[in-house]
């Protein structure tokens, strides 16, 4: 059987390892893919985008009909 002291030391250390994972420490970057496809009586429209995050501002992009935005987050 496990020493008591041994249980709670994992446990505690448990449970911190998950509030850091959770509190964005080690977050992952994502890349996120977007790609205009609208379009309104055969008439192609531009779209513009405006990314932005709370500590991160990218600024506006304009995307042709059919044209890719990759952005990394």
């Given amino acids: 059987m496990m020493n008591p002291y041994k249980l709670l030391l994992v446990l505690i250390s448990f449970f911190l390892l998950q509030a850091i994972c959770e509190s964005g420490l080690f977050r992952a970057k994502r890349t996120v893919n977007i790609t ?3 379009y ?9 985008v405006h990314c932005k995050s709370g500590d991160d501002d990218l600024g506006e992009h304009i995307l042709p009909f059919k044209g890719p935005l990759e952005i990394d987050i």
């Fill in 36 to 38: 205009n496809s609208i």
């Fill in 40 to 48: 309104k009586d055969d008439l192609k429209i531009d779209l513009t």
